[in-house]
């Protein structure tokens, strides 16, 4: 067995590049190690899970790695073990356990003067009032993070930023910023290589695309995102490729495609435990179900989407259930 600091090491390479399925299987062998009191270890393991959308080993090991720090009082431990629970919350739904983990994050970056942290904490925290219809509100925590990250070079934080920014103004039916965010989210990852990253970013790209009416280039970036996530074994990943290519389907008047996929991609979001995700797969679902003349399976999918988001308090979301299915949002 490595002593500490070397599986640490190790762990964390593997996490800057990407290699996440890499990260879980080799901490398997180190399980006496993270249990004997490594909350480094056990973040760095559980971090990748999170990346992964294995939400219920993330929630053990960071909640592991957290009180760990706190035994120690380690402040910078502290804050980041919060700001992932806060990612694994938002990404289960529970949004005032989001908001509470990442104010008690950035209350910590603030005492620290991490400026790096306190950026990516306001990046997540953006999400969550973007989540509640705070559209402006939402864009401002984006854009102090964009401008901290370019002044620090932070390639991976500036293409998940840009990919926020561009989320924000699609969802508006402002589709030029949308486009220029997205290229630039899609330029950065290209170079940070990270194939999670990557495949989420051309995935978004792909979603303007649809907006746009661009049905070719869409699938064709569909196409690359889905090897990607499938080759770096990112099941939720794969599930949200499955939620834009429904959409897509969709527009194209193939109404039994987008329904098989976005049942897909339901199905795995809801096994994953990704609240926000299984409920777009779902609305997607509806709107399917309803075109194909399917009152009743329309309505059970329906109200599935509502109830998750209602649960997130997602505004937005719930705005867009009614609107046209074949229609682009505008």
């Known amino acids: 067995m490595l002593p500490g600091d070397d ?41 990748a899970a999170t990346r992964l959308g294995q939400y219920d080993t993330a929630q053990s090991l960071c909640g592991f790695a957290l009180r760990g720090f706190r035994a120690r009082a380690d402040d910078d431990g502290r804050a980041r073990a919060l700001n992932v629970l806060g ?39 953006g999400s969550a009032l973007h989540l509640e219809g705070r559209i402006e509100a939402s864009r401002s925590r984006y854009r102090a993070a964009l401008w901290a990250y370019q002044r620090l070079g932070e390639r991976r934080f500036l293409a ?10 699609r969802l508006d039916g402002d589709l030029d910023p949308a486009a220029d965010f997205d290229e630039e989210a899609v330029r950065h990852a290209d170079v940070i290589g990270d194939p999670v990253l990557l495949a989420l970013m051309i995935t978004g790209r792909a979603e303007t695309w649809i907006e746009r009416r661009e049905y070719a280039l869409a699938g064709e970036g569909l196409g690359r995102a889905l090897r ?59 709107r399917a179900a309803a075109r194909l003349g399917r009152p009743g399976e329309a309505a059970a999918a329906r109200a599935v989407a509502a109830e ?9 979301h719930l705005e867009r259930l009614d609107q046209t299915p074949d229609e682009p949002s505008h």
């Open 228 to 286: 990607l996530a499938q080759g770096a074994g990112d099941e939720l990943g794969v599930a949200e490729v499955r939620r834009v290519e429904a959409e897509r389907w969709l527009r194209l008047g193939q109404a039994g495609r987008s329904l098989e996929l976005a049942q897909e991609g339901q199905a795995t979001a809801r096994r994953l435990g990704s609240a926000l995700l299984e409920g777009e797969c779902a609305a997607v679902a509806a």
């Open 308 to 316: 998750r988001f209602r649960s997130l308090g997602a505004v937005l």
């Open 87 to 125: 990612a694994i919350a938002f990404e289960q739904g529970r949004m005032p356990d989001a908001v509470t983990h990442w104010s008690s994050a950035l209350e910590l970056a603030g005492t620290l003067g991490d400026t790096l942290f306190a950026a990516r904490v306001s990046n997540n925290l």
């Open 160 to 169: 998940e930023t840009c990919h926020n920014l561009a989320i924000t103004f």
């Open 7 to 47: 599986i640490l090491s190790e762990l964390r390479d593997l996490l800057s590049q990407g290699r996440y399925q890499d990260v879980l299987a080799r901490a398997r062998p180190e399980v006496a190690l993270v249990a004997s009191g490594e909350p480094a270890v056990a973040l760095a393991v559980g971090t």
